[in-house]
C-alpha cells in the first residue's frame, strides 16, 4: 500500500533508505509509526520489507506499549513520530518507560524548527529539546548521511545497556530536499 | 458478577499463558490468587495494557496473550481497539472488567455507566468476535469459547464496582518487570 503522492514530495528517499537500512542493522523488527510528510519514505520501506511488522498507530502512546511489550519479549522495536506526537506521548514515556526502565529507540521527525514554513508545525519546534532536556532523555541530531548508521547503532546501544528511552531527531537538513 | 468470579475462571486456565493487568482491582485480585512470573501488573500508563498485549502477541506468535482491562483505562486508550482490530492478533484475548467507574480513584462513573458499549466499540472496530456477559456462567462460557476460536477476542464482563481494601502489593514494579522479562525469554 503505497503512498501515491510520496513522489511529489521533496523528501530524500536515498537518506531514509540509510536510516532505514540504519534500523535494519541494529535488528529493529517491528516499528510503529504515525504518517508525517518526512517519514513517507521510512514508513513505505517499513511497509515493504516482509522481515520488519509495521503497526500503524491511531496515537503515537500506543507505540510506547507496544514497544514496552516487545522488548519483554526479546524483540527489538523503533517508534517512528512528528515531534508533536512525541510531545502527545509524553506520560507513557514517563509511566511506562521510564517507571518499568523500557528502552525505546525514538525517531521523531523535528519539524518547525529552522526553515519550517508550516505555520502550524513551529510551535513544536520550539519546545522539542526543552522537553527532552526536561526529561533527561539522551538525543541526538541526525543530519549527516555518513553518521546515521553509527548513530543509531550507538542510540540503540546505549537504549539497551541504560534501559531507557533515546531520541534521535530527524532534521530538516536530513529529510528534506527542497 | 464480581471481578474475581470472573478471575477465579480465567486463573485457572493461564499457566503458560503471558498476562498483562491494568492497575488497581484487577492487578490486586489476581495477584491474590497468586502470583505467577508470567503475570504482568501494568501500575501505571492507564489505557496502555492493550497496546503492550499488542506488542507481546506480534513478538511472540506462540504464545497465547491474555489482556485483562477495565472500563476507565480502555476508555483512555479508545483508538488502540482499531489497532489490535487492524494487526488482529489470533493470539490475544482481551477481557474488560466494566465496573462503570474509576473504582481505585474513588468510584466516578465513566461513560459505560451512561450506555457507552466498549464490546460494540471493538466489534465495529474490527474485532473478530465481541460479547457483553453478565453473570458468572455467561463469562466461562465466553472464556471458553475465545480459547477455542484463536481469534481476537473481546469479552466484556459486566462487574460490581467493588474492590479490595488496599491496593499494595508486596511486588516491586521492578522485581515484577525483570522477572516477567526472564519468563518470557525462557518460557
Known sequence: ?178 | MQRIEALRVVYADIESDIVVTIMGAVAVELYTLGHRKNFFYLQHAMGLASSMGLGLALSKPDKRVIVLDGDGSLLMNLGALTTLAWYAPKNLIHVVFDNQSLLSVGGFPTATSAGSDLAGIAQKSGYFETTTVHSVEDFTRAWRAARERLELSMIVAKVEAAGPKSFLMDLPLLENRFQFQRWLKEG
Open chain 1, 1 to 178: 500500500m503505497l503512498v501515491l503522492q510520496s513522489a511529489a514530495v521533496p523528501v530524500s528517499v536515498e537518506n531514509s533508505r540509510i536510516v532505514y537500512n540504519g534500523l535494519k542493522r541494529s535488528g529493529v523488527k517491528i516499528v510503529s509509526a504515525l504518517p508525517e510528510t518526512w517519514l513517507i519514505h521510512l514508513i513505505n520501506m517499513a511497509e515493504a520489507d516482509p522481515d520488519t511488522t509495521l503497526v500503524r498507530l491511531a496515537r503515537e502512546e500506543e507505540g510506547i506499549g507496544i514497544s514496552a511489550g516487545a522488548h519483554l519479549a526479546g524483540v527489538r522495536s523503533a517508534l517512528l513520530m512528528q515531534n508533536h506526537g512525541f510531545l502527545a506521548a509524553i506520560n507513557p514515556i514517563v509511566s511506562l518507560a521510564f517507571l518499568y526502565k523500557i528502552p525505546l529507540l525514538m525517531l521523531i521527525s523535528y519539524r518547525g524548527h529552522m526553515g519550517e514554513r508550516d505555520p502550524w508545525q513551529t510551535q513544536g519546534g520550539r519546545f522539542t529539546e526543552p522537553v527532552l532536556k526536561a526529561l533527561n532523555i539522551p538525543y541526538d541530531y541526525l543530519a549527516n548521511p555518513k553518521d546515521v548508521e553509527r548513530q543509531i547503532s550507538e542510540a540503540q546501544t546505549l537504549a539497551e545497556s541504560s534501559l531507557t528511552p533515546v531520541a534521535l531527531l530527524l532534521s530538516r537538513q536530513l529529510m528534506w530536499e527542497a
